[in-house]
């Protein structure tokens, strides 16, 4: 077991040191001599925070068009396009995340970026062409997996618990008061006005790529041509499913994000329309939900995350995450008071930690060559749960008779109609007021079981398992298909 030094950790749980570190060069070779700016983490917060703001911005708009598209399934259609869609990021995700390690991070944060942002101008001139589009892109909706990977490449095995909260933790804060801007705008000005801001800070997102943002890569750790590493057994995207079962450590943290995302991606799909209709809040109150619970969620996923990996390990931190999220999880299911929504809001943002301590652990333990590949599988699986969530809870809420779908029978639907539509559901389930809350409580359960069996997943003979004659000559094997992902170590 690895004991960190105090002074370096905290050294570490600074994020001006990782900008300043790695904007003077680091101690990585990152190939920056030929950038004007030495890649480092910045570049990653820009990123994410750009993209997903826009997104946070459509969030009313995307309900306005779901409704008059599929006025009479709007549920349904939802989770069949969600579910096309991560499903296509499950397949893509390690096979974007494997060719980055090999042509490098900024073609595919080029490439994700733009692909995720394309159906947004799409919104307003056709929408069916902007669901058939949006489907279609799970393909490249993956930024994540590549954005991981770049945070790797510039930051120490110290640094990264920290790097990747913050990376978490910036999403969190685009997604803050991106909605209730969007809601704002939305009534002062007009849905069109909305879709053109949120293309346009696309558009600047996927210049910043262009213009600003570094190769992060170890010239070291690229090809010296862009086809002479390249084969199936790197193309496959089966190949990293098969991956799975040959690699017992990530096979069990591919199980516990599935069992405890698949109800985060519902829950995130639902809650905004359960706290106004269910729970009788206001549009002003969820706004203001949403802003406290991004906040707190800042604070844990840097602050708190750092503490927690240094006093009780990955593993633990990873427990204590999931722990939180069921928490949360029961309250929703079984509080009816306004004052226990608010604290599952708070227990919520403690929650947020799991997955930020989970892709710190995958890239602490992956090689320097395989870090865009193991992000990827985590990555994949995020993408089918962010297809299969919403059509769960979907289908839940329907069979207990949940109706989510009256949010938009009114234009200026304010208390009124939100209170006497909220004591329905709570008089029919009696003390049952969100089911598949509750079902997801029960999931994230078995994911803290399936957690507690993570360092005794590896097995000594598994970093033997080679293929030979699948690399180059003085170079790694690349049968992916045998060789573990993630090398053996002790895991705290």
């Keep these: 077991m690895r004991i960190k030094k105090p002074k370096r950790l905290l050294n570490s749980l600074n994020p001006f040191n990782i900008f300043k570190k790695h904007g003077n060069g680091g101690s990585k070779d990152t190939n920056s001599s030929s950038d004007a700016i030495p890649a480092s983490v910045y570049h990653a917060l820009v990123i994410i925070f750009l993209e997903f703001f826009s997104w946070g911005l459509l969030t009313l708009p995307i309900i ?217 809040f206001d549009e002003e109150s969820v706004a203001l939900y949403m802003a406290v619970v991004g906040v707190l969620s800042v604070i844990a996923q840097t602050a708190v995350l750092s503490m927690l990996m240094h006093h009780f390990g990955a593993k633990h931190s990873i427990i204590i995450g999931l722990t939180f999220e069921m928490l949360q999880l029961a309250i929703f299911g079984f509080g009816s008071q306004t004052w226990l929504m608010w604290m599952a809001g708070g227990v919520a943002a403690l929650g947020s930690i799991t997955y930020p301590a989970i892709s710190a652990f995958v890239s602490s333990h992956a090689e320097a060559d395989q870090q865009g590949v193991a992000q990827g599988m985590i990555t994949g699986i995020r993408g089918l749960c962010n297809g299969l969530g919403p059509a769960v809870f979907g289908l839940i809420f329907y069979l207990f008779d949940v109706n989510l779908n009256e949010t938009n029978n009114n234009e200026d639907d304010n208390s009124v109609p939100n209170a006497t539509t909220s004591t329905t559901p709570r008089s029919r389930n009696g003390i049952l007021t969100g089911p598949p809350f509750a079902f997801g409580a029960i ?32 170079s790694k094997p690349y049968s992916y298909e045998i060789q573990p992902l993630i090398s053996e170590e002790e895991v705290l």
């Design 64 to 280: 306005t068009v779901l409704k008059k598209t599929f006025d009479t399934h709007t549920l349904l259609m939802n989770g069949i396009i969600q579910g096309i869609k991560g499903f296509l990021s499950f397949l893509s995700a390690p096979l974007i995340g494997a060719l980055s390690d090999i042509w490098g991070r900024k073609p595919f944060l080029l490439l994700t970026v733009t692909f995720t942002c394309a159906p947004i101008p799409l919104m307003k001139f056709s929408p069916w062409w902007y669901f058939a589009v949006i489907s279609i892109s799970g393909i490249f909706t993956v930024t994540f997996s590549v954005v991981f990977a770049y945070v790797s490449d510039v930051t120490t095995g110290e640094e990264r618990n920290f790097a990747y909260g913050l990376v978490s933790a910036t999403f969190a804060a685009s997604l803050v008061t991106s909605p209730a801007i969007g809601a704002h705008l939305s009534r002062v000005y007009s849905d069109n006005f909305v879709v053109a801001l949120a293309t346009s800070i696309a558009i600047l997102d996927i210049i910043f790529i262009l213009v600003f943002v570094p190769e992060s890569l170890p010239e070291k750790l690229r090809p010296s041509s862009w086809g002479s590493q390249i084969s199936w057994e790197k193309a496959d995207p089966f190949g990293a499913l098969r991956k799975i079962g040959h690699d017992p450590l990530i096979l069990i943290l591919c199980i516990t994000v599935f069992l405890s995302y698949l109800p985060e991606a519902g829950e995130y799909s639902s809650f905004f329309v359960y706290l106004k209709l269910v729970m009788g």
């Design 443 to 474: 999931l994230v359960i078995l994911a803290i079981i399936v957690a507690m069996y993570i360092n005794k997943s590896s097995s000594p003979q598994s970093s033997s398992r080679r293929v030979s004659g699948s690399g180059e000559s003085g």
